[in-house]
């Protein structure tokens, strides 16, 4: 075992673990206000889908942006059963994860997928209608720190979304609790009442959350296609946003903590693959591969504890519909 081998499989923590990382960071936003978003699977496998095509089309930026717009779409329909109708949060969210799924499949389609990319620049070459990948996000290593032993291919040798993640959670972590805006967030999910009678707008607040959300989730699943696995698979989210949820647990909603929640996960899809390149039998990367879908199901079955919910200070007004007084 190599420092080379060493420093492959931590660059390819961080790169997987990005996923993980940006998908947590909206979904703490809105659990920290009191919604549950299940919808996560959904809402990444259609931004893979749509960055998918729009990367052929017109390029990566206009990729994670029409990823962004397609998932704050979806935050706000989740939001519109959740917070306007109080429809049950569970339900609400497998539903806009069987949406997004089903959609992604459909415009991912290869007659869809050309149907599409004809309307969106008629200008395409043939081959570019039947191209069975997208272009790879470029790689922009850091001069210098990219050569640090260790540090260096896991943090500064990678491509830009890396970096602007990895800046993102300690942002988020101060905007949600050292401001007064990340204090509102906070005690919307914790007593929506009380915030309300202090004049919060409870409504406001989660409608921007869902959005959030989304949005992040969204651009997780253009990074998932974009950043590492550019060939399109029906399912290619292989479970990662539930993944995600079971890491904001673990994290205990921080977004500083779900960077090391990321990155652990993240490693554990790397060791899977890694493990089958040292010829291990076929048990032992399956059973790597298990681990983190048998995390997911224990924390979220425990998150259902009450007696669970209160020792890992979980918001006391998670899941729950608000229904204001008059």
Same mark, same amino acid.
């Given at each position: 075992?190599?420092l080379?081998?060493?420093?492959?499989v931590?660059?390819?923590?961080? !790169?997987?673990?990005?996923v993980?990382?940006?998908?947590?960071?909206?979904?703490?936003?809105?659990?920290?206000?009191?919604?549950?978003?299940?919808?996560?699977?959904?809402i990444?496998?259609l931004?893979?889908?749509? !960055?998918f095509?729009? /990367?052929? $089309?017109?390029?990566?930026?206009?990729?994670?942006?029409?990823?962004?717009?397609?998932g704050?779409?979806?935050g706000?329909?989740?939001a519109?059963?959740?917070? !306007?109708?109080?429809?049950?949060?569970?339900?609400?969210?497998?539903?806009?994860?069987?949406?997004?799924?089903?959609? !992604?499949?459909?415009i991912?389609?290869?007659t869809?997928?050309?149907?599409?990319?004809?309307?969106l620049?008629?200008?395409?070459?043939?081959?570019?209608?039947?191209?069975?990948?997208?272009?790879?996000?470029?790689?922009?290593?850091l001069?210098?720190l990219?050569?640090?032993?260790?540090?260096?291919?896991m943090?500064?040798?990678?491509?830009?979304?890396?970096?602007?993640?990895?800046i993102?959670?300690? /942002?988020?972590?101060f905007?949600?609790?050292? /401001?007064s805006?990340g204090?509102?967030i906070?005690?919307v999910?914790?007593?929506?009442g009380?915030?309300?009678?202090?004049?919060?707008?409870?409504?406001?607040?989660?409608y921007?959350?869902?959005?959030l959300?989304?949005?992040?989730?969204?651009?997780?699943?253009?990074?998932?296609?974009?950043?590492?696995?550019?060939?399109?698979?029906?399912?290619i989210?292989g479970?990662?946003?539930?993944?995600?949820?079971?890491?904001?647990?673990?994290?205990?909603?921080?977004?500083l903590?779900?960077v090391?929640?990321?990155?652990l996960?993240g490693?554990?899809?790397?060791?899977?693959?890694r493990?089958?390149?040292?010829?291990f039998?076929?048990?032992?990367?399956?059973?790597?591969?298990?681990?983190?879908?048998?995390?997911a199901?224990?924390?979220?079955s425990l998150?259902?504890?009450?007696?669970?919910?209160?020792r890992?200070?979980?918001?006391? $007004?998670?899941a729950?519909?608000?229904?204001?007084?008059?």
């Amino acid at each position: 075992m190599s420092l080379e081998w060493v420093g492959s499989v931590l660059a390819g923590t961080t !790169s997987v673990g990005v996923v993980y990382l940006l998908g947590s960071l909206g979904e703490i936003y809105a659990e920290r206000s009191g919604i549950l978003n299940l919808g996560l699977e959904g809402i990444m496998a259609l931004g893979a889908a749509t !960055s998918f095509i729009t /990367t052929i $089309a017109w390029g990566h930026a206009v990729a994670f942006f029409v990823a962004g717009v397609l998932g704050i779409l979806m935050g706000l329909l989740l939001a519109f059963f959740t917070v !306007s109708l109080r429809l049950n949060q569970i339900a609400v969210g497998l539903a806009i994860t069987m949406l997004g799924s089903g959609l !992604s499949g459909f415009i991912a389609f290869p007659t869809t997928r050309k149907t599409i990319l004809r309307a969106l620049n008629p200008e395409l070459p043939s081959t570019a209608l039947e191209a069975q990948s997208a272009p790879m996000l470029p790689s922009a290593p850091l001069p210098f720190l990219k050569d640090v032993p260790i540090a260096g291919p896991m943090l500064f040798n990678h491509n830009p979304v890396v970096y602007v993640s990895l800046i993102l959670a300690p /942002t988020m972590w101060f905007l949600l609790f050292r /401001t007064s805006v990340g204090l509102k967030i906070r005690s919307v999910g914790e007593n929506p009442g009380m915030a309300d009678a202090l004049g919060i707008n409870v409504f406001r607040i989660r409608y921007l959350t869902c959005m959030l959300s989304g949005a992040f989730s969204a651009m997780a699943g253009a990074y998932l296609i974009l950043g590492f696995q550019p060939f399109w698979i029906e399912g290619i989210t292989g479970g990662r946003g539930f993944i995600t949820l079971s890491l904001i647990i673990l994290s205990a909603w921080s977004p500083l903590r779900a960077v090391f929640g990321s990155l652990l996960f993240g490693g554990i899809e790397v060791l899977q693959y890694r493990l089958q390149l040292f010829g291990f039998g076929a048990a032992s990367p399956q059973f790597v591969l298990m681990l983190p879908y048998a995390i997911a199901v224990i924390t979220l079955s425990l998150l259902s504890i009450e007696s669970f919910r209160k020792r890992i200070s979980a918001p006391a $007004a998670l899941a729950k519909p608000y229904y204001r007084e008059e």
